[in-house]
């Protein structure tokens, strides 16, 4: 099965991390995010993968090279302007099977696409889209359906107060080829708002399905996702690393301080004595926690270095930065690669702090 993924998007309400990263590379756990995404395509029978990138295409190639570490082969399709997600898609036709899946490239979950796939297949449907219900449909494309499945509605991001129904679409369709006559060259278009309202009647489908669904676009839900991969909310292949102590520590770490799972520490991590780590933490590489410290529902991403009686909570660190003593983290705060923050500072609030930013000892407080 062949399958086109969508990752031209900038990320934006992700930076700082997404400063010096594209969003689908950004590591999430102990694996880049995209990772997540090829794994659980590769368990439905997905071998055959064309990324379409726009921003910083050749980082995502960098990483993850030509898949065949996944069992997959890799193809990337760059775009000369943004064409939008249908736009897009017409730039991979000549790559294009006869069938074929399209996923955004920014949910986490565990949607059942072999059913998805077999459904498509009994209605004949020349698309049809997963669908996940969420509590507050307007940032999302809504959904209303017919008794037998087929799209009734579709509303792309609907303004009005009462929604008639939580079903979203989940960003993961089985289409057919003959879509892209629906779709003009040499432009942008959005698949939402100019292909689904055109296929309403004939031949949209949805698939209801009530698994895990995120969509990781903000450091809230970045760290969200972190803690379902951890918890073994969604099904990924971390649950396995995690085993039954639901702990997953890399070789060559450190530990005289406390590890409370569930927690991911990555190889060469050192945790000092009276330091305290979990529950609901994943540090990266070579991470060093300094005496007395506490890192509990955080990331903390490879090298950077927390001083000696820190607090970090609820909040994102990137790698390579420096972390002076006695300073709070919190708040949903996130920290860019390579900050370099002084003793005794407090941030908080879901503040942003971009690469490279130096802030002096005693700079901030709340
Ligand atoms: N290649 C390429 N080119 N990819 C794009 C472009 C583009 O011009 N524009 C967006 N994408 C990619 C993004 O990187 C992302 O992976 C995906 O397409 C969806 O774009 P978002 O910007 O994240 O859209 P959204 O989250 O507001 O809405 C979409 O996803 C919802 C589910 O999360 C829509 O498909 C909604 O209908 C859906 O409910
Ligand atoms: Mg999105």
Redo the contacts with the bound molecule.
């Keep these: 099965m062949q399958a086109v993924i969508?990752?031209?998007?900038e990320?934006t309400r992700l930076r700082p991390l997404t400063s010096t990263l594209p969003?689908p590379v950004v590591p999430l756990v102990d694996r880049p995010f995209i990772a997540f995404m090829l794994e659980w395509l590769r368990a439905h029978g997905v071998d055959d993968v064309i990324m379409?990138?726009?921003f910083l295409a050749t980082a995502v190639r960098d990483v993850l090279g030509d898949g065949s570490r996944l069992g997959i082969r890799l193809r990337f399709v760059e775009?000369p302007d943004?064409?939008?997600?249908a736009?897009?898609l017409k730039l991979a036709e000549p790559m294009l099977d006869e069938r074929f899946l399209m996923l955004?490239?920014?949910?986490l979950t565990d949607i059942d696409l072999t059913r998805q796939i077999a459904q498509h297949e009994a209605t004949g449907a020349t698309a049809t889209l997963a669908l996940v219900p969420v509590a507050d449909p307007s940032?999302?494309?809504l959904v209303i359906l017919e008794e037998d499945r087929s799209v009734r509605d579709f509303v792309?991001?609907p303004s009005s107060k009462e929604l008639p129904s939580n079903l979203?679409?989940?960003?993961a369709y089985v289409l057919e080829r003959t879509i892209l006559e629906l779709v003009p060259a040499d432009r942008?278009v959005s698949?939402?708002r100019e292909v689904w309202p055109l296929l309403v009647g004939k031949g949209l489908y949805g698939f209801p399905s009530d698994s895990y669904w995120l969509?990781i676009?903000t450091p809230a839900r970045y760290l969200q996702g972190t803690f379902d991969i951890i918890e073994g909310n969604v099904e990924t292949a971390v649950r396995e690393r995690l085993g039954s102590d639901w702990l997953a520590i890399g070789e060559g770490a450190q530990l005289d301080g406390r590890v409370v799972p569930p927690a991911v520490l990555g190889q060469g991590v050192r945790v000092a004595e009276g330091a305290h780590v979990g529950s609901l933490a994943v540090l990266g590489a070579d991470v060093s926690v300094g005496a007395g410290s506490i890192v509990e529902r955080a990331v903390v991403l490879g090298g950077t270095q927390i001083g000696a009686g820190c607090e970090l909570r609820d909040c994102i660190v990137a790698a390579g930065c420096r972390i002076g003593d006695h300073t709070q983290i919190s708040g949903g705060a996130v920290l860019g690669e390579g900050v370099n923050v002084g003793a005794d500072n407090v941030i908080t609030r879901g503040a942003r702090i971009f690469p490279g930013v130096a802030l002096p000892d005693g700079a901030i407080e709340f």
Excluded: H
């Design positions: 969508l990752v031209g998007g990320g969003k379409s990138c726009g775009e943004p064409r939008g997600t736009g897009a955004n490239g920014d949910v940032a999302y494309g792309e991001k979203i679409s989940a960003g942008n698949i939402e969509d676009g």
